[in-house]
Antibody
Framework: EVQLVESGGGLVKPGGSLRLSCAAS????????MSWVRQAPGKGLEWVGR??????????DYAAPVKGRFTISRDDSKNTLYLQMNSLKTEDTAVYYC???????WGKGTTVTVSS | DIQMTQSPSSLSASVGDRVTITCRAS??????LGWFEHKPGKAPKRLIY???SLQSGVPSRFSGSGSGTEFTLTISSLQPEDFATYYC?????????FGGGTKVEIK
């Protein structure tokens, strides 16, 4: 059974940092191009960024609002995807989903709240 | 970056109605577009990929069409479980971008 399980969400002050994790199982994680997608309260879906598989170069791409502040990485030995979020802003408050586009696999999401 | 303009932003419809949602890309994206359904408290679910291919397990009342810059999602006969928010997503070039969403409500 395919599973994507996010963790690491919580409450953080503006300017703070948080690292989200996404544990994957049930598919060949090392071959997957993985994304993070978020939804702020009352807003639509927003693609955050993506990391390609190592065989495809392992490169990352980011949406403009998070570029330079967020970093996506992966540990294929642990089947885990990460999202390091620095310099957090109140507008980063959202549910963050881990997503495998090719097969349309989604995690259940983890909530990040940025508030003083 | 490619901008996706989705319309309408909301609509009211009755069970059995035919519903059409449109996405327009700011530049040509071939057929690199998917349609997603999102219900509160749940993960999104892809209905259509490559503009017109039905995702496995998705009812045939959902269909997609278009290429280049204009795309359409059609629900041929709206069912009670279809009341949700729908999004398009272009995967032609990075950054990937979603449309603003269409909330389908009960009339």
């Amino acid at each position: 059974e395919v599973q994507l399980v996010e963790s690491g969400g919580g409450l953080v002050k503006p300017g703070g940092s948080l690292r989200l994790s996404c544990a994957a199982s049930g598919f060949i994680f090392s071959k997957a191009w993985m994304s993070w997608v978020r939804q702020a309260p009352g807003k639509g879906l927003e693609w955050v960024g993506r990391i390609k598989s190592k065989t495809a170069g392992g490169t990352t791409d980011y949406a403009a609002p998070v570029k330079g502040r967020f970093t996506i990485s992966r540990d294929d030995s642990k089947n885990t995807l990460y999202l390091q979020m620095n310099s957090l802003k109140t507008e980063d408050t959202a549910v963050y989903y881990c997503y495998y586009y090719y097969m349309d696999f989604w995690g259940k999401g983890t909530t990040v709240t940025v508030s003083s | 970056d490619i901008q996706m303009t989705q319309s309408p932003s909301s609509l009211s419809a009755s069970v059995g109605d035919r519903v059409t949602i449109t996405c327009r890309a700011s530049q040509g994206i071939r057929n690199d577009l998917g349609w997603f359904e999102h219900k509160p408290g749940k993960a999104p679910k892809r209905l259509i990929y490559a503009a017109s291919s039905l995702q496995s397990g998705v009812p045939s009342r959902f269909s997609g069409s278009g290429s280049g810059t204009e795309f359409t999602l059609t629900i041929s006969s709206l069912q009670p479980e279809d009341f949700a928010t729908y999004y398009c997503l272009q995967n032609n070039s990075s950054p990937l971008t979603f449309g603003g969403g269409t909330k389908v409500e009960i009339k």
